[in-house]
């Protein structure tokens, strides 16, 4: 299999990342999934925050969820339409 991924690195540091992800528990692997979320929201959040410096707690936490869920969703679980309100 040709590997695509980490194109800007060297293949022994590549080497060495794979390595270490092949010896990492699920635990491990979990930790580090759950770490680079928590990574993407918080700079979504301040992506938002600096678009709606403004914005209530409430609008805050609606417009970083309809970055990720669909509008339809939005509108009906929260009345919430980002076409209209933004995301």
């Keep these: 299999m040709v590997m695509r991924i980490l194109s800007d690195t060297t293949a022994d540091a590549r ?6 992800w092949r010896h ?5 692997r ?11 929201r918080e700079l979504a959040q301040a992506g938002q925050d600096l678009r ?3 914005a209530t707690p409430e609008e805050r936490r609606l417009r970083l969820a309809s970055l990720w869920l669909p509008r339809d969703a939005m509108i009906r ?3 919430w339409d980002p076409e209209v309100h933004g995301r």
């Design 15 to 20: 080497e060495r990342l794979l390595e270490h």
């Design 24 to 28: 990492a528990t699920p635990e491990e």
């Design 30 to 40: 979990l930790q580090e999934m759950e770490r680079l979320n928590r990574m993407v």
């Design 52 to 54: 709606h410096p403004n």
């Design 77 to 79: 679980h929260w009345n």
